[in-house]
């Protein structure tokens, strides 16, 4: 039953995913928004579902394999992050490039504490 609920989250991530991706569809034409902006989300979404999962007692069973690892992991994209990384570094765009990659995991990282320090999320 997981592989079913992973299927039907990480195809409505995909989805979310690819509207995401008509901000900036040409990959390497300056700041990657539609992958920055995607992470960004996912990563708040990740956060959600686990604050409700531990705070209004959801069913872990089901609830992760569909939202944590089927709807974030589609929705979030990793390795077009660093196909735009590297495309920037080939372009000799090396400033906009670590930019990218440091406000990336800057927003990443304060989305997560926000979370934690105000909403307890217990992380780990």
Same mark, same amino acid.
């Given at each position: 039953?997981?592989?079913?609920?992973?299927?039907?989250?990480?195809?409505?991530?995909?989805?979310?995913?690819?509207?995401?991706?008509?901000?900036?569809?040409?990959?390497?034409?300056?700041?990657?928004?539609?992958?920055?902006?995607?992470n960004g989300c996912a990563v708040l979404a990740l956060g959600?579902? &686990? #604050? %409700?999962?531990?705070?209004?007692?959801?069913?872990?069973? !089901?609830? *992760?394999? $569909?939202?944590?690892?089927?709807?974030?992991?589609g929705f979030s994209t990793f390795s077009t992050f660093g196909?735009?990384?590297?495309?920037?570094?080939?372009?000799?765009?090396?400033?906009?490039?670590?930019?990218?990659?440091?406000?990336? &995991? #800057? %927003?990443?990282?304060?989305?997560?504490?926000?979370?934690? !320090?105000? *909403?307890? $999320?217990?992380?780990?």
């Amino acid at each position: 039953m997981n592989i079913v609920l992973i299927f039907l989250g990480g195809g409505l991530g995909a989805v979310f995913r690819y509207f995401f991706s008509l901000l900036n569809p040409a990959v390497g034409k300056g700041f990657p928004w539609g992958t920055f902006l995607a992470n960004g989300c996912a990563v708040l979404a990740l956060g959600g579902v &686990l #604050l %409700l999962i531990q705070h209004v007692q959801l069913d872990k069973q !089901k609830w *992760y394999p $569909l939202l944590v690892v089927g709807f974030c992991g589609g929705f979030s994209t990793f390795s077009t992050f660093g196909l735009e990384f590297f495309g920037l570094i080939n372009q000799g765009r090396v400033v906009l490039a670590c930019c990218y990659v440091g406000l990336s &995991l #800057l %927003l990443s990282f304060f989305i997560f504490f926000i979370l934690a !320090k105000n *909403y307890s $999320l217990n992380i780990g």
